[in-house]
Each structure stands twice: as C-alpha cells, then as structure tokens.
C-alpha cells in the first residue's frame, strides 16, 4: 500500500536560521502593510472630509435647481455665493466678540482649573484624588515637550494646514465636476453592474446630503440654546462657550462632553450651585438635541443605531486620531447605505429594506 502522506524532500527544506529569517521577513512585510494601510486610511479620510462638502454644495445646488428652473451651473454659483455671505456676515457680527470672549476664556480657564483642584483638596476624597491629577504647570510641560517630539511644532501646524488643504481643494474639485469622478468609478465596474453601482452612488450622496443638513441645523440650535442658556444663568463668556459647543456637537456622544468641562470649570469659579446649573443645562440642551432634533433629522435618512455609533468612534479614534473620531458618523451612514443596497438587497434578495433618500 502506497503512502501519501507528505515527506519534505531534503533538498527544499530549509535550515532553522533560513526559516527564522523567513518568518522575521513575512512578520515585516505584514507590519509594512499594516502601516501602510494606517497612511492611506489617513488619505481616505481626507477624500471624506472634501466629499462631505462637495455633496453639501451640490446637494444644495440641486435642491435649489428643482425649485427654480435654472441651469445647475448657476443654482450652484447662487448656493456658493450664499455661503459665502452667511460666513462673511456671521463674521462680521459675531467675530469681534467670539474672539474677544476665547481670549478671555483661554485667561481664565487656567485659573478655574487651579481653583477646581483647591476645592478638591480640601476633602478627604479629593485630595487622594488630586494626587493622580497634573497641576497645570505639569501639563503645560508636558504639552510642550509633546510639541518638540516627531518634527517639531511647525510640522504639526503644517500637517493640519496641509490636511484643511487637501479637504478644501478635494471639495472645490468634486463640486466643480462630480460626474467626472462618479463615471470614473461606475466604469470600474462590470458593465451590467454598471446601472446599480450608479445609484448606490447616488443614494449615498443623498443620503449623506440629508444627514449634513440635519447635524448642522442640529449644531446651531445647540449652539444658540447653549448661549441663551447660559447668558441666562449670569455664565460669563456665554457667546464663545455656545460656539463651542455648536462646533463640538458635530461629534456624537463625545463633543458634548468636551463642550461641558470649560463651562463648568468657568461656572465653577462664580459658585458650585452655578457650575451644577451649567451641568443640568448641557444635559437637559443634549436630551433635547437626542430626542427631538436627532429624531427630527433621522426621520427620513437612515437611522444609525447609537451603540453602532459609539462603537464607531473608539474604533476610529483609537486607530486614526481625532479625524476619525469627527468623521465616525457619516462613515457609518456610507457604510449602512452600501449594506442594505449591496449586501442585503442584492446579495440576500431582500428588497423589503429601503434606504430613504
């Protein structure tokens, strides 16, 4: 009876120090492209970042087209031309007095988190506490020799000018002609899939164009409840700290978060029952904001389940830093578009799941 099984030939094995280098060789490759996939994730964020203005000014401009018959080339310089005088006016209005408020806010934010720390020492539980807490002369070391490490704190100014870069020229470019990279990717597939992956294309850009009006509708009406409600409350700095949390609430779960901490350490230093009023404000502005405005928006795009948006955000802030952790949501709502479109209607059959655009 013959036997199959397999017997290395002496003349292909190799020797144990070839077989470590092999595997060292195969373990680096591995990293390299790891690595590699890090960067271009980076890429892919950036291209992200200018779709989402692209879809937004075309959105617009398309809206904007079926309510009056004008050719698409002149609702879009109309859409273009009416950003721009929203963001020169805003400006003009409210700069002066956001900038003079940051200013006095970055002053004092210091010396309420001095503050804060005190009172914390004066307890038992807080002075233990405090022990695992950097003073503020801790942190601005540490911060500095953070700046100096890699290349330096110019070169992390210029990557963040570079990247503002990339995203804007990317959205000038896919505004100016979209059909030119839409084509370009339907091409790329089989000419009978050509027609579907079209309107996947198209149900995303809808999609993703409704949930961008509905966050910043969502970030403004934070923003304004934010100030009213602290001008109210006597919170100095009112205007600056309801701009912050406007921009901040653009990131789900989180930026609220971030928002509340230079609010409450500034109402702290007026008194600890203003600093739990602040509290109760940003809570009772972030159930309005979840229960009424984000129903509001989600009523007719896709609805992203919270944990899946939680989870998200870990993912690509742990793996990408703080653009993944911005950009988490709309990614979430591209990839929900293309499961339901690709996998479970075309690969399953199930046509019962729709996607709203």
């Keep these: 009876m013959n036997d199959f099984r397999y017997k290395p030939s002496s003349h292909s094995s190799y020797s144990f120090p070839k077989r470590v280098m092999i595997g060292v060789g195969i373990a680096l490759i591995f990293i390299l492209i790891i690595l590699l996939i890090g960067y271009a994730f980076h890429v892919v964020l950036l291209i992200l970042a200018g779709s ?13 087209s079926s309510w009056i018959p004008i050719p698409q080339g ?26 003079e408020q940051a200013t006095t806010l970055s002053e004092e934010l210091p ?16 002075n233990r506490l405090t022990d695992q807490i950097p003073d503020r002369q801790t942190l601005q070391e540490n911060q500095g020799s953070l700046l100096k490490k890699g290349f330096g704190v110019f070169s992390s100014t210029f990557g963040v000018l570079a990247d503002i870069y990339v995203i804007l020229f990317i959205g000038i470019f896919f505004t100016a002609q979209p059909a030119l990279y839409t084509q370009g990717i339907v091409k790329l597939f089989p000419q009978d899939k050509r027609a579907r992956a079209g309107e996947v294309i198209h149900k995303t850009g809808a999609t993703l164009f409704k949930w961008i009006l509905g966050k910043l509708f969502s970030m403004v009406m934070v923003g304004i409840l934010t100030a009213i409600g602290l001008s109210l409350l006597g919170i100095p700095m009112a205007l600056a700290l309801g701009v912050l949390a406007g921009l901040l609430s653009f990131i789900p779960n989180f930026g609220p978060i971030i928002a509340l901490i ?25 159930a309005v904001e979840s229960n ?66």
């Design 52 to 64: 989402l203005i692209a879809v937004l000014f075309r959105g617009a401009s398309s809206a904007l």
């Design 74 to 99: 002149w609702s879009l310089a109309i859409v273009l031309a009416g950003f721009i005088g929203f963001f020169v006016l805003a400006y003009f209005l409210l700069a002066p007095q956001v900038s």
């Design 111 to 126: 010396k309420a988190y001095d503050k804060f720390k005190g009172q914390l020492e004066d307890t038992p539980w807080g």
């Design 262 to 286: 230079p609010a409450a350490l500034i109402a702290l230093v007026e008194g600890p029952s203003q600093a739990f009023y602040v509290v109760a404000l940003y809570m009772g502005i972030q």
């Design 292 to 357: 009424v405005l984000t129903p509001f928006v989600e009523k007719k795009m896709v609805e992203i389940p919270p944990a899946l948006v939680i989870i998200s955000q870990v993912l690509m802030g742990v793996f990408t830093g703080v653009m993944g952790l911005i950009l988490a949501t709309p990614i979430m709502v591209v990839l929900l578009v293309l499961i339901k479109m690709v996998y479970i209607q075309d690969v399953l059959g199930d046509e019962s799941v729709e996607v709203n655009d």
